[in-house]
């Protein structure tokens, strides 16, 4: 049974850090494309980052390039997703979700999927 499980949201001030994590069970992370979506109250699901199977290429979105890290621990079968200078618009709940293909920016290229962790950003 495939089962993916996000940890390491809260509350933290702008400009400051998280390091959310997406541990996988039930199959081998490192065979599939992970990645992290948000979807902030009102707002539509939107991908934040994807990691590839095999070659490990990253991706990441306009609005997070140069400030989020994603990264894969094959040991622990996890993927960690390293925040920094966090906005008040990076609030969002958080999701990651599993394809064994390739990365995607459409959330409905995605099967598995996380029961997501919160972020919040404010002062």
């Known amino acids: 049974q495939v089962q993916l499980v996000e940890s390491g949201g809260g509350l933290v001030q702008p400009g400051g850090s998280l390091r959310l994590s997406c541990a996988a069970s039930?199959?081998?992370?490192?065979?599939?494309?992970i990645a992290w979506f948000r979807q902030a109250p009102g707002k539509e699901r939107e991908g934040v980052s994807c990691?590839?199977?095999?070659?490990?290429?990253?991706s990441y979105a306009d609005s997070v390039k140069a400030r989020f890290t994603i990264s894969r621990d094959n040991a622990k079968n996890t993927v960690y997703l390293q925040m920094n200078s966090l906005k008040p618009e990076d609030t969002a709940v958080y999701y990651c979700?599993?394809?064994?293909?390739?990365?995607?920016?459409?959330?409905?290229?995605?099967?598995?999927w996380g029961q997501g962790t919160q972020v919040t950003v404010s002062s």
């Open positions: 979700a599993a394809d064994p293909l390739r990365c995607s920016w459409s959330r409905y290229d995605f099967g598995s």
């Open positions: 039930g199959f081998n992370l490192g065979y599939y494309a």
């Open positions: 990691i590839s199977p095999r070659d490990g290429s990253t």
